[in-house]
């Protein structure tokens, strides 16, 4: 049975950072690219950052130069180190431990957890 659990949310200010957790059950972790996403009110879910098993990352625009995704293969964990945050980047954030290539676009494959709520204020 896959469980993910995430955590590491919160409030912050504009320009503060936070790390976000993810800890992996029941899957392939260490053999499958795995990611986050993000949702906020009234929009549909967005892909954020990717990491390969190799540890080759990957990243949406808004996400490059202040969000760093890494993870431990011998926890099935993947975490994402986010810098500078702005109001636009409160959502509800989500992981997913098996991303697949379509195309050069990342297709969410797997099971999502509960996401963990990350607020930013101005």
């Known amino acids: 049975q896959v469980q993910l659990v995430e955590s590491g949310g919160g409030l912050v200010q504009t320009g503060e950072s936070l790390t976000l957790t993810c800890v992996a059950s029941g899957t392939n972790f260490a053999r499958n690219v795995v990611g986050w996403y993000r949702e906020a009110p009234g929009e549909r879910r967005l892909f954020v950052a990717a990491i390969t098993p190799a540890g080759v990352a990957d990243y949406i625009d808004f996400a490059k130069g202040r969000f760093t995704i890494s993870r431990d293969n011998t926890k099935d964990t993947v975490n994402l180190q986010m810098n500078d945050l702005k109001p636009e980047d409160t959502a509800v954030y989500y992981c997913?431990?098996?991303?697949?290539?379509?195309?050069?676009?990342?297709?969410?494959?797997?099971?999502w957890g509960q996401g963990t709520q990350v607020n930013v204020s101005s």
């Open positions: 997913n431990v098996d991303l697949r290539d379509l195309l050069g676009a990342w297709f969410a494959a797997g099971s």
